[in-house]
């Protein structure tokens, strides 16, 4: 079993930043893939971005040049940086694991999940 744990949500103000970390523990996977999610209320999950074992991004075509994803192996860590931030980035965020090596988008694709981290953007 995978457990991932995010944090680093809270309120900014619009234009803001902030760095979103999940921490992965238990059963984890050299070759595994690493996606950060978010939803927003009354609205389905959204991809934003996934990360491979070797480096390697897909970022919604939304999301690119203001979210960065990075991941830390040796710590078992994925980030998620977010910059230049709008109300409509408020959302809960979530990180999601797979076992499988792969450029994911869809939730259905991750089998491990976080409990979700709140974000929230003041205009």
């Known amino acids: 079993q995978v457990q991932l744990v995010e944090s680093g949500g809270g309120l900014v103000e619009a234009g803001g930043s902030l760095r979103l970390s999940c921490a992965a523990s238990g059963r984890t996977f050299s070759g595994s893939s690493m996606g950060w999610f978010r939803q927003a209320p009354g609205k389905e999950r959204e991809f934003i971005a996934t990360i491979t074992w070797d480096g390697t991004t897909r970022y919604a075509d939304s999301m690119k040049g203001r979210f960065i994803i990075s991941r830390d192996q040796a710590k078992n860590t994925v980030y998620l940086q977010m910059n230049s931030l709008k109300p409509e980035d408020t959302a809960v965020y979530y990180c999601?694991?797979?076992?499988?090596?792969?450029?994911?988008?869809?939730?259905?694709?991750?089998?491990?999940w976080g409990q979700g981290t709140q974000v929230t953007i003041s205009s």
């Open positions: 999601a694991a797979t076992a499988f090596a792969g450029l994911y988008q869809r939730a259905t694709s991750y089998p491990y």
